[in-house]
């Protein structure tokens, strides 16, 4: 008779204990008692710690962007405000076949209390147009804070495809979040009233008595001579010429307004020198 003895390894393995999760590898847009954790890259849900927070709920823990048929490739990130970042990346798929990439994708996030708003804008500086699909995949598990901090994890909820014009919505009990989908309109001002002032970009409003008064901007496309900005207000005039020579308080003599070509973009634009 022949008995054959195997010896099997006694499973010595410890289970893991959840861990609170690092933030030294993510970045945080604040506007109490709202923030926003994610990679340097833009992506929430790469890390324990990432989500869309109010108060002591995290709502989303889930936002990655998509883009059909490219890769998106993150360079750089700008920490604009305590509130606010900028997300650059590349999207070579979309790309021509010189060897300097051309088009590239901006995400700027911007944190209210209560809310998030995400612009998401393809900057193409080849000759021809680009389509692209663009998507963006949320979801949320509405776990508390404390759920979070002790390495826990909350049931993920998947987004309603669509729930009015526009408009998803993802809910768990008395939490509601209402997400808003849609193009945005922009205004547009001479790429030659864009000055620089301690690092920052700004155009000078021409305010009562032709005095101007520097107005920081957010700048976004360029097409042709106008570029997209955000942080001003439809109608205001701003100098063009000799905007680079003035100071704030100083007096503009306003010249007259030429006609503009009707392919020409619909923010006004007072053109003044000193």
Do not use: C
């Not at 393995?13 to 923030?35: F, M, R």
Request: glycine share 10%; aromatic share 2%; no cysteine.
């Amino acid at each position: 008779m022949t008995t054959d003895v195997r010896a099997q390894a006694a499973d010595t393995s410890i289970p893991s204990a959840p861990l609170q999760p690092l933030l030294h590898d993510s970045v945080v847009s604040l506007a109490a008692p709202t923030q926003v954790w994610s990679s340097p890259s833009g992506t929430v849900g790469e890390r324990p710690i990432h989500g869309l927070y109010h108060s002591d709920v995290r709502v989303l823990d889930r936002i990655v962007l998509g883009i059909d048929g490219s890769a998106i490739e993150p360079i750089a990130t700008e920490h604009r405000d305590a509130a606010s970042l900028a997300f650059i990346a590349l999207a070579r798929g979309l790309d021509d076949a010189t060897a300097d990439p051309r088009v590239r994708v901006e995400v700027t996030r911007t944190v209210t209390p209560g809310g998030m708003t995400e612009r998401i804008r393809i900057v193409n500086g080849l000759d021809e147009p680009v389509a692209a699909r663009v998507t963006l995949a949320l979801a949320g598990d509405f776990a508390q804070l404390h759920e979070v901090k002790a390495g826990l994890e909350g049931d993920r909820i998947a987004v309603a495809r669509q729930v009015g014009d526009g408009v998803a919505v993802l809910s768990r009990d008395t939490a509601r979040a209402e997400i808003a989908v849609g193009d945005q309109p922009a205004l547009v001002v001479p790429g030659a009233a864009i000055v620089y002032r301690e690092g920052k970009p700004g155009v000078y409003v021409i305010g009562q008595g032709e005095a101007v008064r520097f107005a920081p901007v957010t700048t976004g496309a360029r097409t042709g001579d106008q570029v997209a900005v955000q942080g001003l207000q439809a109608g205001q005039r701003v100098v063009v010429q000799g905007a680079g020579f003035l100071g704030e308080g100083d007096h503009v003599t306003v010249a007259p307004a030429t006609a503009a070509p009707a392919a020409a973009a619909p923010a006004p634009a007072g053109q003044a020198a000193r």
